[in-house]
């Protein structure tokens, strides 16, 4: 689903769709009837090729940053600097890990790429093979100490050490760094070698609405657009640190070890998506290690 408002799911920009069929038959959909089976789930065939509807190359404005809990999703009121990121970036994604007092924050503009213009990789080379090593590291530890992640004094000291590390690995930046966007996106490399249960659900967001029950609008890329009103994010996501919290006092259990990640995207064209006929939606992602799958 990516992440952005916007930008929606993948399947919204399939524009050509190859497949074998029940019969054994190639078929191909163009047009209008992707609208009804572009996320069809493999139900209607086996796909062979796919079609996809690209932008011309951009660039990230890449600069995360980090925010304290109370000060980024006030219990109540409005969410100000929240809402301004989403508003204001091409991208958006949230990170909390378990026992931590605040929020990783990865919200980035663009620019289209001509070409002649300057960018750096990110990370650098050195960078790459630190950041495999420590979650290959991790995965290794955790599947050699099975029992340790799930309850008592031991399941929470493992917890807070993990939400320690993932901390102080996704670190804020304090300049913006002009890179690809593919290296905005997959700003941590390794995360394929570690091996995780995951759950994710999908929320319908409103439109903003300003005190006189208007549309609010912001200009995109020489367009007004309107935007998703995210106090329900904010509800969810705190919910969600509220049941942690729950577990750990009541019951000695930590059944979420790896962090809480959140998206916020437009709504999708496509019958089957989860974001079909929605104006926004979020995405609300958890994840813990595989070792843990009984708690």
Same mark, same amino acid.
């Given at each position: 689903?990516?992440?952005?408002?916007?930008?929606?799911?993948?399947?919204?920009?399939?524009?050509?769709? &190859?497949?074998?069929?029940?019969?054994?038959?190639?078929?191909?959909?163009?047009?209008?009837?992707?609208?009804?089976?572009?996320?069809?789930?493999?139900? %209607?065939?086996?796909?062979?090729?796919?079609?996809?509807?690209?932008?011309?190359?951009?660039?990230?404005?890449?600069?995360?940053?980090?925010?304290?809990?109370?000060?980024?999703?006030?219990?109540?009121?409005?969410?100000?600097?929240?809402? &301004?990121?989403?508003?204001?970036?091409?991208?958006?994604?949230?990170?909390? #890990?378990?026992?931590?007092?605040?929020?990783?924050?990865?919200?980035?503009?663009?620019?289209?790429?001509?070409?002649?213009?300057?960018?750096?990789?990110?990370?650098?080379?050195?960078?790459?093979?630190?950041?495999?090593?420590?979650?290959?590291?991790?995965?290794? #530890?955790?599947?050699?100490? /099975?029992?340790?992640?799930?309850?008592?004094?031991?399941?929470?000291?493992?917890?807070?050490?993990?939400?320690?590390?993932?901390?102080?690995?996704?670190?804020?930046?304090?300049?913006?760094?002009?890179?690809?966007?593919?290296?905005?996106?997959?700003?941590?490399?390794?995360?394929?070698?570690?091996?995780?249960?995951?759950?994710?659900?999908?929320?319908?967001?409103?439109?903003?609405?300003?005190?006189?029950?208007?549309?609010?609008?912001?200009?995109?890329?020489?367009? &007004?657009?309107?935007? /998703?009103?995210?106090?329900?994010?904010?509800?969810?996501?705190?919910?969600?640190?509220?049941?942690?919290?729950?577990?750990? &006092?009541?019951?000695?259990?930590? /059944?979420?070890?790896? /962090?809480?990640?959140?998206?916020?995207?437009?709504?999708?064209?496509?019958?089957?998506?989860?974001?079909?006929?929605?104006?926004?939606?979020?995405?609300?992602?958890? %994840?813990?290690?595989?070792?843990?799958?009984?708690?």
């Amino acid at each position: 689903h990516g992440g952005g408002i916007n930008t929606t799911t993948i399947c919204d920009y399939i524009t050509k769709l &190859k497949l074998i069929n029940y019969k054994g038959e190639e078929v191909t959909y163009e047009g209008d009837i992707l609208k009804q089976m572009g996320a069809h789930f493999g139900l %209607l065939g086996i796909v062979t090729e796919m079609e996809l509807q690209y932008d011309p190359a951009y660039l990230a404005l890449f600069q995360p940053k980090r925010r304290s809990l109370e000060e980024y999703f006030p219990k109540t009121g409005v969410c100000e600097e929240f809402q &301004k990121d989403v508003n204001e970036s091409y991208y958006n994604e949230f990170f909390w #890990f378990p026992f931590s007092d605040s929020v990783f924050i990865n919200t980035w503009k663009r620019e289209f790429y001509q070409i002649g213009d300057e960018f750096v990789r990110h990370p650098p080379k050195v960078g790459i093979v630190e950041q495999n090593f420590m979650e290959t590291a991790f995965q290794t #530890f955790a599947q050699l100490i /099975p029992g340790l992640q799930a309850t008592g004094w031991r399941g929470k000291i493992f917890a807070e050490m993990v939400a320690t590390l993932g901390n102080k690995v996704l670190k804020e930046q304090k300049e913006v760094i002009r890179c690809p966007s593919f290296d905005a996106l997959h700003f941590r490399h390794g995360i394929q070698n570690m091996r995780v249960l995951d759950m994710e659900w999908c929320f319908r967001l409103e439109e903003l609405r300003d005190e006189d029950g208007e549309l609010v609008y912001v200009e995109y890329e020489g367009n &007004k657009v309107t935007v /998703p009103d995210v106090s329900l994010c904010r509800d969810l996501w705190l919910a969600c640190v509220d049941l942690n919290n729950k577990y750990d &006092k009541e019951k000695q259990e930590y /059944p979420q070890l790896l /962090p809480m990640e959140m998206r916020i995207i437009r709504g999708s064209d496509v019958c089957m998506s989860a974001a079909h006929g929605a104006k926004f939606v979020v995405y609300i992602e958890v %994840l813990t290690v595989v070792g843990n799958q009984e708690t």
